[in-house]
């Protein structure tokens, strides 16, 4: 755990130059618009320990796979998505001495990562060749334009008047970190520059995207200025001199303009990028700055979460919606949500489990429908691309096995007790059809894609399991479930259900679908030459499908054998030995009866309303002691859930861990870039767990908890036509309703109607919620 990031509402602010955690301030740090993003590098030269990072979304490379052992079936790339252009770079020399906060120690230093505006901010003091200097640095990756990034420099000493040296250059002879084979992953293309700007255009090896990125400058206060332009393959700069004059500030302005072939036709980008940095340098500074902010301002309207009386808890909830939103914002089927987001290297960017199971709901309740759709959309694209992964392994007649990690539909991942057995994963892609439709009511996406992908998983899961005569029973072998540590283990019982439900859900939605359009129905069976023996067999497999359960203690099992491990407690592990994956051997970790993440109780989150209070709450005393949460996708699903059964600390402790994960580096791994998607994880225990919200039968029910800590929490959210504020005190519910029709729901258990653009005020029953 790390404490020295400063709390504050709506800034993440570091006071002091900490260089021994600068990787972790890089991923804290970060910007991005949707499109592309960086980590928070120093925009001068900072020659001390730092991980570069600048991505493109959907820009990527597949890498030629490298393993120790190879297995028939395993992937040939893990594709990437690049290190790509350093464009916020500008090395600064006063007089003979280049700017370097490894090399001069700064006398003052603050960061900060506003907000509400999406601006990163820097100011420090340093001495250099004899005179002091206060330098304040301010950039975006504009909201507004989203090929457009800006940064804004001001240096000014008391003293020092002479000459400096700006290098504003645009490079792209960059390398990830994590690249298989030490290679470089770009051609150049072209590269050219004249007296006020400079522009280079590189190639991806093997996917030849073409992206061209130029830039453009200004400066004020300073006289003498002249530049020089020099390029070479992969770079081009300008070279400013300037003049400064002791007690005058000098101000210099970078504007970055972008373009690839995902959106452009090839022989448009090299004028296209310079086009967008020029109209930059036209408009101004300040009014690329407010159209930013004010793009901000339009999203934080739709998804800003309000925590009263609890700063770091506030904080922490805006950390995490911001971070989503400048990695995704729906505008392209084509794009995802890479665990990482544009914060690092690890996980390739790509798609993973994630995006379903976490990132799906905090688009669905934020926003309009439009934008969730989208991720939905991307899984339907790779549809054939599912079908031919499941052929590799052996499967047939269109069923489809999504990859566990993917770019553009094909598998990346390889270690086989993941990439082949960690299938739970179609069950999530299935659920976000469902949770789609439960919160929009747009049963229509059933006709268009929705059905073929839940027939092909549900096929899937029909192949899968086989018959076992000693237990009389389906079963489901050679798994990984959630939890990682464990691998290759029989009848997980969350996979076991997800399969159950998804062929039942398939079943329903083929029926449901008929009612909605019967011939557009029969067009999409045709399409997939379904048969309806296919949903006889799926009945006859989910009747007798093998839940393993504990008899005795009333308890599911995480799999069949879990109580066969020796039974112990977090509490067991000194605290020195955490987390466990950093400390112990794997194979001591597979043996032991320690959970990574959510798994049971995994699936109760997802199908609470099925389960009854007693058996949710005996499980979660048995597992969430058990439970060691080295995945950041844990602590939210165990917040929740404590949340509903009224363990109020223990849902308060787990919100902590996740809000704050990387605030706090709590994993000791935030150094190589910000978990993003569990940072949906605690949007959902906010409005889930804490809020209390969820759909059953169709309607919406609000069954909240307050935290002692906390003296309001305020959320939007959004369902089929309506967009509700709501606003929880000690006191009382109050639901705004304010766009949409008139809407029934449950608040505490009471059936009440709000009309369109009024509230209602319900009493807060607290003990609606017997706490145990
Ligand atoms: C988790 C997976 C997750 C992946 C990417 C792993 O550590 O165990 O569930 O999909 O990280 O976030």
């Given amino acids: 755990m790390k404490d020295y990031l400063v709390a504050d509402p709506w800034q993440v602010i570091e006071e002091d130059f900490n260089p021994h955690v600068q990787r972790i301030s890089e991923s804290v740090f970060s910007l991005g618009n949707g499109r592309f993003g960086q980590r928070g590098n120093f925009e001068e030269t900072y020659s001390g320990d730092s991980l570069k990072g600048n991505y493109f979304a959907g820009i990527y490379y597949p890498d030629k796979t490298r393993v120790g052992w190879w297995k028939i079936g395993y992937p040939e790339y893990f594709a990437k998505v690049l290190n790509a252009v350093e464009w916020s770079r500008v090395d600064i020399r006063i007089g003979a001495t280049t700017l370097d906060l490894h090399k001069q120690q700064p006398s003052s230093f603050r960061r900060v990562l506003d907000m509400r505006n999406g601006l990163l901010q820097r100011s420090f003091s340093v001495e250099i060749e004899g005179h002091a200097f206060d330098i304040t640095c301010e950039r975006f990756c504009s909201m507004d334009n989203k090929d457009l990034g800006v940064l804004r420099i001001i240096l000014d000493s008391a003293t020092y008047s002479g000459p400096i040296e700006i290098n504003s250059f645009i490079n792209w002879d960059v390398l990830n970190e994590d690249a298989n084979w030490d290679e470089q992953f770009w051609i150049p293309r072209d590269a050219e520059a004249g007296d006020d700007y400079a522009r280079a ?72 990028a310079l086009t967008v940095a020029r109209n930059a340098r036209e408009q101004g500074y300040a009014t690329l700055r407010e159209a930013h902010a004010q793009a901000w301002h339009a999203w934080w309207d739709d998804a800003d979460i309000t925590i009263d009386g609890d700063v770091k808890a506030q904080q922490g909830i805006r950390f995490n919606i911001f971070h989503l939103l400048q990695t995704y914002t729906g505008d392209d089927p084509r794009l995802n949500i890479g665990p990482k987001g544009f914060t690092g290297e690890k996980y390739g960017g790509s798609t993973y489990w994630d995006t379903e199971a976490y990132c799906v709901p905090f688009y669905l309740g934020s926003f ?24 590799k392994l052996g499967f047939t007649d269109g069923a489809a096995l999504y990859p566990m990690v993917t770019m553009n539909g094909e598998e990346c991942h390889n270690e086989w007790e993941i990439t082949f057995e960690e299938i739970h994963r179609n069950g999530a892609i299935a659920y976000a059809i469902y949770d789609y439709i439960r919160y929009t009511g747009d049963d229509a996406y059933l006709l268009e894609g929705g059905l073929e992908v839940l027939i092909a998983i549900a096929r899937f899961w029909a192949q899968r399991v086989n018959w076992s005569v000693p237990r009389s029973k389906y079963v489901i072998l050679g798994v990984t479930g959630p939890n990682e540590y464990e691998n290759n283990v029989d009848n997980n019982w969350y996979t076991n259900y997800l399969a159950r439900w998804c062929m039942q859900y398939a079943t329903e939605m083929i029926a449901h679908a008929r009612t909605l359009d019967a011939a557009a129905t029969e067009a999409v069976l045709e399409k997939t030459t379904f048969s309806p ?5 799926w009945q006859e497999i989910c009747d007798d499908l093998f839940l393993p359960e504990d008899p005795h203690n009333h308890i599911i099992l995480q799999q069949a054998n879990y109580l066969e491990k020796e039974q112990l407690t977090v ?105 993003i998607t569990s940072m949906a994880g605690t949007w959902m225990a906010i409005v889930k767990g804490f809020g209390g919200v969820s759909v059953i039968d169709h309607q919406l029910h609000l069954n909240p908890l307050l935290p002692q800590a906390w003296q309001g929490i305020g959320f939007h959210l959004r369902f089929r036509d309506n967009q509700l504020h709501c606003q929880i005190t000690r006191d009382t519910v109050r639901i705004n309703n304010t766009s949409g029709p008139e809407i029934a729901l449950i608040v505490t258990g009471r059936p009440v109607t709000v009309r369109a653009g009024e509230h209602c005020v319900v009493p807060f029953v607290e003990s609606s919620i017997s706490s145990s």
């Fill in 201 to 272: 255009m590189a190639e991806t090896k093997k996917t030849a995207f073409v992206v061209a990125s130029a830039m453009t400058w200004e400066v004020a206060g300073a006289h003498q200025v002249s530049s020089r332009a020099e390029h070479r393959e992969l770079y081009s700069t300008n070279v400013i001199t300037l003049s400064m004059e002791a007690g005058k500030a000098v101000t210099f302005t970078k504007y970055a303009g972008h373009q690839s072939t995902l959106y452009q036709e090839e022989s448009r980008l090299f004028d296209g």
């Fill in 571 to 675: 509490d067991d592990i000194p605290e020195d030995q955490r987390p466990i994956n950093q400390n112990w051997s794997w194979d001591r970790i597979l043996r032991s009866c320690f959970i990574k993440q959510a798994d049971v109780l995994q699936g109760l989150f997802m199908f609470e309303e099925r389960f009854d209070r007693a058996t949710v709450l005996r499980n979660f005393r048995f597992y969430e002691p058990r439970t060691v949460h080295e995945s950041s996708l844990s602590p939210c699903v165990h917040s929740i859930l404590a949340a509903h059964l009224g363990l109020e600390d223990k849902a308060y402790e787990m919100y902590l861990r996740t809000a704050r994960l990387d605030l706090e580096d709590v994993n000791n791994d935030t150094d190589d870039g910000l978990h």
């Fill in 368 to 391: 309009e429908p439009a934008i969730a759709r989208q991720l939905l959309v991307y899984r339907y694209r790779h549809l054939d691309k599912a079908i031919e992964n499941a052929q």
């Fill in 533 to 537: 023996s296919e949903t006889e067999r």
